[in-house]
């Protein structure tokens, strides 16, 4: 099959589109290689999936509607991924105009080609932040989530409302994904964990927020692309419909629906500096700090409707993903220095 993917110089966009071109079949990249963080870890990634003859590579904005016309109309895509986003939840007190440029506008060029073109699917990454502090866990599909905590969950949130009025007004089936705190080789240099990694190996103290009393559901990156990969095969339909009151999130009005990607079980985050300490077989010099504005207390997936539509939930052991990400790491420090 031939898939357009937004954000593959990124993290999940890299592991998403490597496993496709694994598995045969070919890929249009799209990327605006902004430097956010490393962009040397952006071109090693590129530099990965370029090894492969199913794969091209396009660098340009989101928001630039003609660059995204122009990739997709040469892509010729059965499915559409858009993962590309302004992440970073603290980030986004910072610069919450690149959120607006990105997430909405971006994501609102994404939808008007994909209502153009046809697709079989449309899919979007959403995020749990869109849960906010909600009290009551494990956090459901069905719950209310109108009451975030930042403005890059408002924007996300926004993106899903986008996602299923064109649903319902063009018949573009789309899948919107939650993602819970996804983590593994190749990650982002803002997260916990490879900011943890990097300090303890220079001998630098790390930074726990909320004094460790957070926790969060943590998701093994492959675990993640599989669920995508599962997801991709069904198209939101009154064919696939699942039984069960307050169960299914597919709309009523539109092919739509949200599915949350997590397997349900959060780790309270000093028993995940415990995970790292063992991984890397040294102590973390702890700095215990209050929580940061716009975080959350908690993340909690029920991986329920996952389960139910693709037979699948991620079931890789912290303890086997921090390795993966420490042997990653260890190998590609001189290269990312």
Not at 138 to 162: G, I, N, V
């Amino acid at each position: 099959m031939r898939y357009f993917i937004t954000g593959t110089a990124g993290f999940i966009g890299f592991h998403l589109a490597r496993r496709l071109l694994q598995d045969g079949h070919e890929v249009v990249g799209f990327d605006g290689m902004t430097h956010y963080y490393n962009i040397k870890l952006k071109q090693m990634r590129n530099a990965a999936l370029a090894q492969f003859p199913g794969f091209r590579a396009v660098t340009a904005m989101l928001e630039d509607r003609k660059a995204v016309e122009d990739a997709v109309a040469s892509a010729k895509p059965d499915v559409i991924v858009h993962l590309a986003a302004q992440a970073g939840v603290r980030y986004s007190l910072e610069n919450p105009k690149a959120y607006l440029t990105s997430n909405l506008e971006g994501s609102w060029n994404i939808l008007e080609i994909a209502k153009t073109v046809g697709v079989q699917h449309l899919m979007l990454a959403s995020t749990s932040s869109i849960y906010g502090a909600n009290p009551t866990v494990p956090f459901h599909e069905m719950d209310r989530a109108d009451e975030p905590l930042t403005f890059y969950a408002a924007t996300k949130k926004s993106m899903e409302l986008m996602a299923h009025s064109y649903a319902h007004l063009h018949k573009v089936p789309t899948t919107a994904f939650r993602f819970f705190t996804v983590y593994g080789p190749w990650g982002r240099p803002d997260m916990a964990l490879f900011k943890f990694v990097k300090n303890m190996l220079e001998d630098q103290p790390i930074e726990i927020y909320g004094e460790g009393k957070m926790s969060r559901d943590f998701t093994y990156i492959d675990d993640l692309v599989e669920a995508i990969l599962r997801l991709s095969a069904v198209a939101p339909s009154e064919a696939n419909r699942v039984a069960g009151e307050n169960t299914d999130t597919l709309s009523h009005q539109a092919p739509f629906r949200v599915v949350n990607i997590g397997g349900g079980q959060p780790v309270s985050l000093l028993d995940f500096v415990e995970t790292v300490e063992k991984a890397l077989g040294q102590p973390a010099k702890r700095l215990m700090l209050p929580m940061q504005k716009g975080d959350v207390p908690r993340t909690f997936a029920s991986p329920d409707l996952l389960v139910a539509l693709t037979g699948y939930k991620p079931e890789t052991t912290l303890r086997e993903g921090v390795k993966a990400f420490v042997d990653w790491y260890v190998e590609a420090r001189a290269e990312l220095d």
